[in-house]
């Protein structure tokens, strides 16, 4: 099926260990987007690409590093994990037209660090 | 950034009744979009609804619809006839341009939780 695809989808860190969040596109889209959820705050964009090999800061980028080698792959990583990036994390992405309001997102990754 | 606001925590409303979830939001921007989305309890973001800040109609999408208000900055969804599948999460938001090169994002709401009752 057509979409984006979040691997892993759980995953528990201790504090201070490293890993990467992988995101993968088939629809030919040039955004995509890495998002956190947290209780009662909504989602907040990490990081975000326009196309590949473009990486750019969203609202909360610390402690967080993004890659866009492929077109269809965005990765997200964590090199020193602290508690407070305890998150679900949502990758998306859209294409660039203006009248197509669709953005899909994939279905999460629960990270625990502790 | 621009601001999405959705004031009401947590609503109930009595199955096949009809309700109402707030959403204001703040931008200076011309051209910009308004998003609804459903969070059930499994976690995944659906797309509800969508509208334009140019079209003239409120956008309708089965029970759906948006009751949208320039001048007030106002994009309110209304769910006609609930069912107890529409127990959720609710988020509005915004396509915000991040990047001079045509580059968006969409700016969430902190979410609404609407509980649907027998």
């Known amino acids: 099926n057509a979409g984006v695809t979040q691997t892993p989808k759980f995953r528990v860190l201790k504090t201070g260990q490293s890993m990467t969040l992988l995101c993968a596109q088939d629809m030919n889209h040039e955004y995509m987007y890495w998002y956190r959820q947290d209780p009662g705050m909504g989602l907040r964009l990490i990081h975000y690409?326009?196309?590949?090999?473009?990486?750019a800061k969203g609202e909360v980028p610390d402690g967080y590093n993004v890659s866009r080698l492929k077109k269809q792959n965005f990765l997200l990583g964590l090199e020193s994990a602290a508690p407070s990036q305890t998150s679900v994390y949502f990758c998306a992405s859209s294409s660039h037209r203006d009248r197509d309001p669709g953005y899909t997102f994939g279905s999460g990754t629960r990270l625990t660090v502790v | 950034a621009q601001k999405i606001t959705q004031t009401q925590p947590g609503m109930f409303v009595q199955e096949k009744e009809a309700v109402t979830l707030d959403c204001t939001y703040d931008t200076s921007d011309q051209s910009y979009g308004l998003f609804w989305y459903k969070q059930p309890s499994s976690g995944e973001m659906i797309f509800l609804i969508y509208?334009?800040?140019?079209?003239?109609q409120n956008a309708t999408e089965g029970r759906y619809s948006l009751n949208f208000q320039k001048a007030r900055k106002s994009a309110n969804l209304v769910i006609s006839a609930s069912q107890l599948g529409d127990s959720a999460m609710y988020f509005c938001a915004m396509r915000e341009v991040v990047n001079s090169n045509s580059g968006y994002a969409l700016n969430f709401g902190k979410g609404t939780s609407l509980l649907v009752t027998p």
């Open positions: 509208q334009g800040s140019y079209d003239e």
């Open positions: 690409s326009v196309g590949e090999g473009t990486t």
